[in-house]
């Protein structure tokens, strides 16, 4: 009976939950608030920020690599001891290729190194995919984070020139087929190369060049505790660059690349092609998301934006978040991403997992259902067992079973007159049957026929006082529960007489004998019969 009555519980308890996950999924909803989008946008630029410093340092650390290539810094030092004391104007005119061909072959030499060793991650990731021993980044080292060769090598000469002045002279360019520029000094071009001279130390910053834009690191080099030389190491800001860093965002998110001039409006994007997010960008007017709520804000334009504010933006058929923060920059440059949220896919996918939800939900709640029905159906079962043991319990003929029936709470005798019940004779029943309400309805009938006599005068003094106890004992349990109706004696007799007569006819050669019992508040005569 507990395990039934735990499947019972279980089962409403499935039924009550899933019941409340499908009405609260049903009405729950992704809103639209300054709130929740700020925080969506802080949490994705927060995973960004460890993204992007693991780019840094692995630049830093491949530039480390590239200084400490002995046959780079032995090429540089030999270059440099032949422009010591030039004088300025004279750089440019010392281009020739033959006393500068070792640097560049010596970097050459280093990017294709660094190319094999990258080539060998790659295949063993591709080999730990395929055992799923590990994941990619388990694999591929820091050092390598890019999972590709620097897209820039420079090599400088930092050269101490007549007048007194530090010049980092360009060298070599690292990348077959390249026209070689060396002769001309460009610490006055880039932040990062006056920034090595004036500290010794490594830079990392923005380089344009070739009309392109790179993420470099401009790392010193080192000789008797004297800076001989620079290498310049850059990544490309590509399409490719874009996808490294967009791997990390959820569906509805994406990142737009962009690089500009210090005070300047107009904004160079990665990559340049036209897709609707850059269009959306560049032609609408946004709304601050702090003052989206209120629906009061006057609209601005892209060039007006604020970095780290979040600012939201509705067409007819998409409404967009985003926010823009800065990666570097210095006096010249600044390159930086717009974090952009397509709220509209987002609703979508909220929408999908609800359905799912739903789906799952109805299906347990059928579950439910089906454990419910079970439920009922073995309680319902146990039920009708118990009370069919107990109409076999009084109809035993056992003073005790009818007394402990007769004080069962919620049992009525006349729900049970419907059942015909047989006494058990050493486990088998008789073929008679007896109705439960004929045994206890005719003591209380107010008509007497004189067909019955009140007593037998073969009765013995014992039966005879035997059976005025049981009269007393009646009509006292009468009265305590409240029935003052007069009874006499005789008609006591005549009507317990009656009862007997009827009982003979189903039962002969049975002894029958009365208890006095209440029932449903009501004194009753319960007979008990033996053979």
């Not at 620079?230 to 998110?253: A, K, W």
């Not at 850059?278 to 970095?307: C, E, H, P, R, W």
Request: glycine fraction near 4%.
């Amino acid at each position: 009976m507990h395990r039934i009555k735990a499947m019972g519980l279980i089962s409403l308890l499935v039924i009550c939950f899933t019941v409340a996950v499908i009405i609260a999924s049903n009405m729950a909803a992704p809103k639209i608030s300054a709130d929740n989008i700020a925080k969506m946008q802080t949490r994705s630029q927060a995973v960004m920020n460890e993204k992007l410093l693991n780019a840094e340092t692995s630049l830093t650390k491949q530039g480390q690599l590239a200084t400490e290539d002995v046959k780079i810094v032995q090429a540089i030092s030999e270059v440099r001891s032949k422009l010591l004391t030039t004088k300025a104007d004279e750089l440019k005119a010392r281009t020739n290729n033959k006393w500068n061909e070792s640097i560049f072959n010596a970097l050459l030499a280093w990017r294709n190194k660094q190319t094999a060793a990258i080539n060998l991650e790659v295949s063993k990731r591709n080999e730990a995919e395929r055992s799923k021993a590990a994941t990619a980044q388990d694999v591929f080292s820091l050092t390598n984070w890019w999972k590709r060769t620097p897209d820039l090598a420079l090599a400088f000469a930092v050269t101490p020139l007549i007048d007194g002045t530090q010049a980092s002279i360009l060298i070599a360019y690292g990348a077959e087929g390249k026209v070689l520029r060396a002769g001309k000094s460009y610490e006055q071009n880039y932040a990062i190369l006056k920034n090595v001279q004036d500290t010794n130390t490594p830079q990392i910053g923005l380089f344009p060049w070739d009309e392109k834009m790179y993420i470099a690191i401009a790392q010193p080099v080192i000789q008797d505790n004297v800076l001989i030389g620079q290498i310049v190491l850059g990544m490309e800001l590509s399409r490719e660059t874009l996808e490294l860093f967009s791997s990390i965002l959820p569906p509805h998110m994406s990142l737009r690349m962009y690089y500009k001039r210090q005070g300047e409006t107009n904004t160079d994007f990665v990559p340049a092609d036209q897709d609707k997010i850059l269009q959306t960008l560049k032609s609408n007017s946004f709304v601050l998301a702090s003052d989206y709520d209120a629906g009061t804000s006057d609209k601005i334009a892209l060039a007006n934006v604020l970095n780290n504010k979040t600012y939201i933006s509705e067409t007819d058929d998409s409404t967009m978040a985003f926010s823009r923060f800065r990666w570097m920059w210095d006096e010249t440059w600044e390159v930086g991403f717009y974090l952009v949220s397509d709220l509209n896919h987002a609703s979508e996918t909220w929408n999908k997992f609800r359905t799912q939800v739903m789906i799952i939900g109805l299906l347990m709640l059928i579950f439910g259902l089906l454990g419910a029905l079970a439920f009922t159906s073995l309680y319902q079962k146990r039920l009708n067992e118990l009370k069919l043991a107990l109409l076999e319990a009084i109809s035993s003929g056992n003073p005790l079973d009818a007394e402990a029936f007769s004080c069962l709470p919620g049992i009525e005798g006349a729900n049970l007159g419907r059942y015909s019940i047989k006494p058990i004779d050493e486990g088998k029943a008789n073929d008679a049957s007896i109705d439960l309400k004929v045994l206890l309805m005719d003591i209380d009938e107010t008509a007497d026929t004189d067909d019955v006599p009140a007593d037998s005068e073969t009765a013995s003094e014992s039966d005879k006082a035997e059976m005025k106890a049981l009269y007393d004992t009646y009509m006292a349990k009468r009265h305590e529960t409240g029935n003052d109706t007069p009874m006499s004696y005789d008609q006591f007799l005549r009507r317990i007489n009656r009862n007997i007569e009827k009982l003979k006819q189903t039962h002969p050669n049975t002894e029958i004998t009365f208890n006095v019992t209440v029932l449903n508040g009501k004194a009753v005569l319960t007979p008990a019969l033996k053979k």
